[in-house]
């Protein structure tokens, strides 16, 4: 995601097409872990807001979608109460890279990729 909101809405603007469709990841409102605080939680949501807003303005449809239902399409499995977030991560990334071996993936970017690839299977009908 662009730095700020005006990045973003310009960003928006820029790939919208009249086959653009959007994707967002539906988490619940907790941020989670200690020394995260409320104020944290009242930020994503304002941000997530914003973008939905945007994406009404530029008249994109888009989808909520929750990680399970994403992760389980691609067929992720769930993340073991013995394995930490990084090690879940990884496997995230290594998803990813199977599924795109000409895109150079990070740890910020393997999410992304894989909830384009699920709204790209189920828009096709392959799911």
């Known amino acids: 995601m662009p730095a700020t909101d005006r990045e973003t809405w310009e960003l928006i603007q820029l790939?919208?097409?009249e086959n653009?469709?959007?994707?967002i990841e539906q988490n619940s409102g907790y941020v989670g872990?200690?020394?995260?605080?409320?104020?944290?939680m009242f930020k994503f949501g304002t941000s997530c807001g914003k973008l939905l807003g945007m994406l009404t303005a530029a008249v994109i449809?888009?989808?909520?979608v929750t990680p399970q239902t994403w992760q389980k399409s691609l067929g992720?499995?769930?993340?073991?109460?013995?394995e930490g977030k990084t090690q879940?991560?990884?496997?995230?990334?290594?998803?990813?890279?199977?599924?795109?071996?000409?895109v150079k993936v990070t740890l910020a970017?393997?999410?992304a990729l894989l909830i384009?690839?699920?709204?790209?299977?189920?828009?096709e009908g392959k799911l």
């Not at 653009?20 to 994707?23: I, P, Q, Y």
């Not at 872990?33 to 944290?40: D, E, F, I, L, Q």
């Not at 384009?116 to 828009?123: G, P, Q, S, V």
């Open 61 to 64: 449809p888009f989808e909520m």
């Open 15 to 17: 790939l919208s097409t």
């Open 88 to 102: 879940f991560k990884n496997r995230l990334k290594q998803r990813a890279e199977q599924l795109f071996p000409q």
């Open 116 to 123: 384009a690839e699920y709204i790209r299977r189920k828009r």
């Open 109 to 111: 970017t393997a999410d």
């Open 20 to 23: 653009t469709f959007a994707a």
């Open 33 to 40: 872990g200690a020394g995260n605080p409320g104020s944290a």
């Open 76 to 82: 992720i499995p769930a993340r073991k109460k013995t």
